[in-house]
């Protein structure tokens, strides 16, 4: 009996050693990490160009509330940021951790993704934050969202990814979102969502008004290609397949001797366009692109504009009960950005 009760009060005193400990380490960790990752944050509000007959001096009544948040990628003083933050505006208010005022110029947009990219001048070194593979996130992670919500700026949240690849959420055309219970809120739009390494795996974009703890955002392999395209050609290409396509239902796979929920059924091959130059036709239903499995037309169009114009593709798809594989070269992309986007619902951050 002696050596039993000795047994539990080490136990005992293990634990209660350890968990405080743990705890202790945990905090430290995050406070660490919000010191790395706090001064690459900036705050971006409207600009409005100085002028004595607007303002007089002194008079800070009327001055823009911050419209959202941005985290610098480069030295060079790259900024990335959503669209919806800058639409519309060649130059933004750029304010830097500890309050200091740049102006900011729009050096691209792209609506599609709701991805913008700034630059400020600097002529000291400024804090960069790294762009992480999104393509390796798993739901459960630790996750922290820093932005300016409702102006309050270098605002830390803590969570975890809650879901991945989500679509149909109608904020923009190319949708593939993570999503987090990290509290959002405006302001939020284009600050950064990292990982407990302190690495950017997506930019914050949205919310569902409606609801708790559901945030959303741009995982960062989307924002890495979207960037280097807007730096690079100030526009994103993006290849053109030209079909028409619908989920697999049940009637539809009994049909083409398919199952449904796998692939994306063909309704219609546009003549002369890439798709039916290379064979495919109407009640074909796609498989694979490049290798990779599609299941929505939404994963069909991402993964073929996540391809470059001119680029051949490997299409694998199912034809009367058989499978066969067609190369493509894709084409510009036809359906312009401006043409889609006036259906969609931005949030209003």
């Known amino acids: 009996m002696v050596v039993c009760s000795i047994m539990v009060s080490s136990s005992q005193v293990y634990a209660s050693s350890t968990g405080p400990a743990l705890l202790a380490d945990l905090e430290d960790a995050l406070v660490s990490l919000a010191d790395k990752v706090r001064p690459s944050v900036v705050s971006l509000s409207p600009y409005i160009a100085p002028s004595p007959s607007v303002r007089r001096q002194g008079d800070h009544s009327g001055m823009p509330a911050s419209a959202g ?103 923009s055309r190319y ?87 796998k692939g994306v059924w063909v309704n219609s091959a546009f003549e002369g366009d890439p798709a039916y130059r290379a064979g495919l036709r109407k009640g074909d239903v796609i498989l694979k692109i490049g290798g990779t499995d599609v299941d929505t037309p939404g994963r069909l169009i991402r993964l073929i504009a996540a391809f470059s114009p001119g680029q051949m593709v490997n299409i694998s798809i199912l034809r009367d009960g058989k499978k066969e594989t067609f190369t493509v070269k894709l084409d510009d992309k036809k359906i312009k950005p401006k043409k889609i986007v006036k259906n969609l619902q931005l949030d209003s951050k």
């Open 175 to 261: 949708e593939d979102f993570i999503q987090t219970d990290a509290s959002i809120n405006p302001g939020n739009s284009g600050g950064p969502l990292l990982n407990i390494k302190g690495d950017v795996i997506g930019i914050n974009t949205a919310i569902i008004n409606y609801a708790q703890s559901i945030g959303f955002a741009i995982p960062s392999n989307v924002v890495r290609k979207v960037v280097d395209e807007l730096l690079a050609f100030g526009e994103v290409r993006r290849g053109w397949l030209g079909v028409g396509v619908e989920l697999v239902t049940n009637e539809i796979a009994r049909q083409v001797k398919g199952k449904a929920g």
């Open 69 to 171: 948040s941005g985290v610098i990628i480069d030295g060079r003083g790259i900024i990335v940021t959503n669209n919806h933050v800058v639409r519309g505006s060649g130059k933004v208010k750029v304010t830097l951790l500890g309050g200091e005022e740049k102006i900011g110029t729009v050096l691209g947009t792209d609506e599609d993704t709701d991805i913008a990219v700034v630059q400020i001048d600097s002529e000291k070194p400024l804090s960069v934050a790294v762009l992480g593979d999104s393509s390796k996130l798993k739901v459960g992670q630790l996750v922290l969202a820093v932005g300016n919500p409702y102006g309050l700026n270098d605002t830390l949240t803590f969570g975890i990814i809650s879901g991945l690849n989500r679509e149909n959420v109608n904020l």
